[in-house]
């Protein structure tokens, strides 16, 4: 297959207009099952050490648990607070969405019981690959004009034991999707102020 310069203009602006969307911008609106599918069949695409498929996904409508995972959010940001004391913007960022949500998927990676191609001299690599399926949500989702957040400040241990997941498991990602009110031309936390987006020259070296 091979795609045309339109179609990889699209995929460009799709990568590039991405936003990490939080409770301040997301609508009630729901997502209809099918886009969830889609969104959840993008991450089944995703590259993978060895073709291990590493990944288990949970989709959470359930209020209460969504609550449960909110609680333990807010214990986690009020002890964050400390690290950023002499920045008092911290104190009011929005770092979440999971009740603003319609949809939260938390993401999971599965220890390997077998050795795996690829993961003997590098243990990560599983992990890697969850976040490469992560990233192909996050992308599905925009093309679908749907906005998607990632939410870490929470115990991941705790979360797992909220969602009663096998102790094989380990939650990778978090994840709150809806449609936004907007979708911001930058990352919140730049317009903000709160980081600079960094010169690409300084990123890239050319040996
Ligand atoms: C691994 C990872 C964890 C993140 N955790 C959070 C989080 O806990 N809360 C939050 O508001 N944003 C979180 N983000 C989103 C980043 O803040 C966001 O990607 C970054 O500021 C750039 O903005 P953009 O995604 O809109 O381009 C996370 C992003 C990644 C990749």
Not at 73 to 90: D, G, I, P
Not at 95 to 117: D, H, M, R, S
Not at 118 to 136: D, F, P
Not at 143 to 164: F, R
């Amino acid at each position: 297959m091979k795609f045309t310069l339109q179609q990889q203009e699209t995929l460009f602006d799709i990568i590039a207009h991405r936003r990490d969307i939080r409770g301040n911008n997301f609508r009630s609106k729901k997502i209809k099952k099918r886009y969830i599918k889609l969104i959840l069949d993008a991450a089944l695409h995703a590259p993978s050490v060895g073709f291990s498929q590493p990944w288990k996904f949970v989709v959470i409508k359930n209020t209460k648990i969504k609550d449960k995972i909110y609680n333990n959010f807010t214990k986690e940001y009020e002890k964050s607070k400390k690290y950023f004391r002499h920045r008092e913007l911290y104190n009011h960022l929005k770092l979440e969405g999971i009740n603003e949500a319609p949809i939260n998927i938390a993401v999971f990676y599965k220890k390997p019981t077998k050795k795996i191609l690829g993961q003997t001299s590098a243990k990560n690599m599983g992990k890697y690959s969850v976040v490469c399926a992560i990233q192909n949500m996050w992308l599905m989702a925009r093309s679908l004009n749907i906005g998607m957040g990632w939410v870490s400040i929470i115990e991941h241990k705790k979360v797992c034991k909220i969602l009663q997941v096998d102790k094989n498991y380990k939650l990778t990602g978090y994840l709150c999707l809806g449609y936004p009110k907007i979708f911001p031309n930058s990352p919140e936390l730049e317009t903000l102020k709160w980081e600079k987006k960094k010169k690409k020259k300084k990123l890239i070296s050319w040996i």
